[in-house]
């Protein structure tokens, strides 16, 4: 039995994770915090200063809107300008000074977007849009600058897939192409008056969304943290589970469940609560690459969990028309399922390895906890009052924050000055750079998608290969989210697949709200699956273990994640809503009647557990290989949406467990 006391949890951060390794594995695997450190303190006031303003850009326009596109262009642009600044041009380059060629760069993305400001009204009134020859240059230049902020924030992966798309309508009208890839000519008129001249390629819905509603929840997440939430999430997880059965593991899931919601980063998630939680775990007991595993399969986790859903909620209300609420409430069951089954895996390791928790009088108690944090859950109630009231998401956002000003100011320790409000504005700024430049890069792939109608292309190969089965299409589809989602932040990864992957499932009369949340999950999961899973490489550098193997355990901790999608395609009663008798591509879903949401989310429940169980290999005590291929076969019926199979897989689950908790029972008689 291992144990652990205040002291040695203090001595494990210590001498397992310093300051120094956390940021090492942060600019690694997280290159958004790969950012110079100038010495020039004018410089730094400059930088400070920009994105303070930026910041409050976005909340002056909220209440008083300019035309959509130079409101895209200045949310775009100005980042970009800002990028030059802050990121280095390769990882050993000297960060104390900024080299004269990025100010050039930070010049021509201020012309760039006072370009478009000189131009708008000749562009809309006497050009009707046709780009000249002075818009294809700046054009031309915007997308290079575009291009290479996304190399220096996001890593290769997304520049190389926007690259490719970016190359193909040059030549989509060649013979030597496949009859179903072959378009029109098309000239660098169409190309880049696409991209820059419209609200269909640069400054396109992923812009869209990233100005109106992720940049604001993002700087939300920046005054919560300010306010010292994140304290708040661990020691009430600490409070909380900290003492029970694995109880550091348990605590690893729940900080990372709510912090991810709120923050959208998996990987700034994985370090930021891993480099507390993986010492735990390691302490007591867990295997480096299950300890790892657990933290990355949380933190991915945290961005399917509502209200916030990392702001992916927000863009799929903006894509799909689907309002925000009925999104969030459908969201919820598939998100206690998955989390179910991460914590029953651990609770199960760590039952099968005798390994305790944390004592309890070395732990904080919950109602201290409450008492010095407890009114930092103001903010997070008033935000799903303002949504569920029905006041515009942007708005809500801005309530919120200021309503988190206020709270923050009843405890002495968690009380922000006004030095505090303008870091927390520059915080949100910096920390939203990375989302726009890779809804940048996105709106470059929607703009080719949308010229050339790459989209429908990619739908009707997949449908052909599906063969007419649903299931298989369902698959493929999963793989392409997968891959498309590879080293992407969730938000972007969401968008590239629900517009490219996700009309495959209206072809087999999928409804809109389930298409866009299947391809949601597995574009979110490519986090953590092999051979690109940055989350799960992210917690193997923290926790010493192999990269390979920490994403691998981190799938088979998230198993109940990959299954659950499949599920509420079938059972559409699992998002709580009821398509019958409607078009697929309906918004406004009836609610499913309270019967089939409780048959489905019980027996979804008890399958989850004995999944979990069945790959342990554990419930009350230890399972024979025959008797957990059994389980996991019972479970798995479970989980297939029809009556017989639901009551032949209850008995037999039913069965194992009263069997493995008689058999514990005896075994505890004999020790006594």
């Known amino acids: 039995m291992k144990v652990i006391n205040e002291s040695e949890t203090k001595k494990a951060l210590v001498e397992e994770i310093s300051e120094e390794n956390v940021q090492k594995v942060l600019e690694k695997y997280d290159t958004d915090s790969n950012v110079r450190k100038v010495n020039n303190k004018i410089i730094v006031l400059l930088i400070a200063t920009l994105g303070i303003i930026f910041s409050l850009f976005h909340v002056y326009t909220t209440y008083n809107p300019i035309p959509t596109l130079l409101q895209r262009a200045v949310h775009l642009l100005i980042a970009l300008a800002i990028v030059f600044l802050l990121y280095p041009t390769y990882k050993k380059q000297d960060r104390s000074k900024i080299p004269f060629y990025d100010w050039i760069l930070f010049g021509l993305c201020i012309l760039s977007c006072g370009y478009l400001f000189m131009e708008y009204q000749a562009l809309m009134t006497e050009r009707g849009g046709i780009p ?35 190359i193909y309508p040059f030549f989509s009208h060649a013979s030597w192409l496949p009859n179903m890839l072959m378009t029109r000519q098309f000239d660098l008129g169409d190309i880049f008056g696409q991209l820059y001249l419209k609200t269909e390629g640069l400054f396109s ?81 867990y295997d480096k690459n299950f300890a790892g595993a657990v933290e990355s399969s949380a933190s991915i986790g945290g961005q399917i969990l509502p209200p916030v859903m990392g702001a992916s909620a927000f863009i799929m209300a903006e894509t799909t028309g689907i309002s925000y609420g009925t999104i969030a409430l459908g969201a919820v069951l598939p998100a206690i399922l998955f989390f179910l089954g991460v914590i029953m895996q651990v609770h199960f390791r760590a039952g099968r390895s005798n390994l305790k ?127 498309l989602g590879m080293g992407l932040p969730s938000i972007p990864a969401y968008i590239i697949t629900a517009t490219m992957v996700a009309p495959t499932l209206a072809e087999f009369g999928v409804p809109i709200l389930v298409a866009h949340m299947f391809v949601f999950y597995f574009g979110i999961f490519a986090n953590i699956t092999p051979p690109v899973a940055l989350a799960s490489f992210a917690a193997a550098g923290l926790s010493g273990g192999d ?126």
Request: net charge positive; with cysteine.
């Open 132 to 166: 000249n020859t002075v818009d294809i240059i700046v054009a031309i230049v915007t997308v290079a600058l575009v291009f290479e902020c996304a190399r220096r924030v996001t890593g290769w992966i997304l520049p190389i897939l926007a690259l490719v798309f970016l």
């Open 547 to 672: 990269p390979m193997r920490t994403g691998f355990a981190s799938v088979r901790l998230a198993l109940a994640g990959f299954i659950v999608p499949y599920l509420f395609v079938y059972e559409p009663a699992l998002l709580l809503i009821d398509p019958t008798g409607l078009p697929m591509n309906a918004v406004d879903f009836p609610f499913a009647s309270i019967l089939d949401i409780l048959v489905v989310a019980i027996t979804s429940i008890v399958g989850v557990i004995g999944i979990g169980a069945a790959i342990e290999g554990y419930f009350a005590t230890q399972i024979n290989t025959v008797l957990r291929i059994i389980l996991a076969a019972g479970a798995l019926m479970m989980l297939i949406p029809e009556p017989i199979t639901d009551i032949i897989g209850t008995v037999i689950v039913l069965i194992i467990f009263v069997l493995n908790f008689v058999q514990n029972r005896k075994v505890q008689k004999s020790i006594a």
């Open 205 to 285: 819905t992923a812009i869209g969304a990233s100005v109106q509603y992720i940049f604001l929840f993002i700087l939300f997440g920046a005054f919560l943290a300010k306010s010292g939430m994140g304290k708040f999430f661990n020691d009430l997880a600490l409070a909380l589970a900290g003492h029970q059965q694995g109880g550091p593991a348990k605590v690893a899931v729940i900080s990372s469940a709510f912090m991810g919601s709120i923050n959208g980063s998996a990987v700034a998630n994985v370090v930021g609560t891993g480099a507390f939680t993986i010492p735990l775990m390691k302490k007591i007991g």
């Open 357 to 483: 928790g944390i004592p309890k009088p070395d732990l904080p108690r919950v109602k201290e906890v409450f008492k010095e944090g407890g009114h930092l859950l103001i903010p997070l109630i008033g935000l799903i009052f303002f949504l569920g009231s029905g006041v515009p998401v942007a708005f809500s956002a801005i309530y919120t924050i200021v309503l988190t000003i206020i709270v923050a100011a009843f405890k002495k320790n968690t009380r922000m000055n006004f030095k505090d409000i303008l870091s927390a504005l520059e915080d949100g700024a910096r920390q939203s750079l990375s989302t726009i430049v890779a809804c940048g890069v996105v709106g470059i792939i929607i703009g080719v998608v949308n010229l050339t109608s790459f989209g429908s292309t990619l739908t009707s190969a997949i449908t052909h290969l599906g063969a007419g089965s649903l299931f298989l299409t369902l698959f493929l589809t999963m793989i392409a989210s997968i891959i």
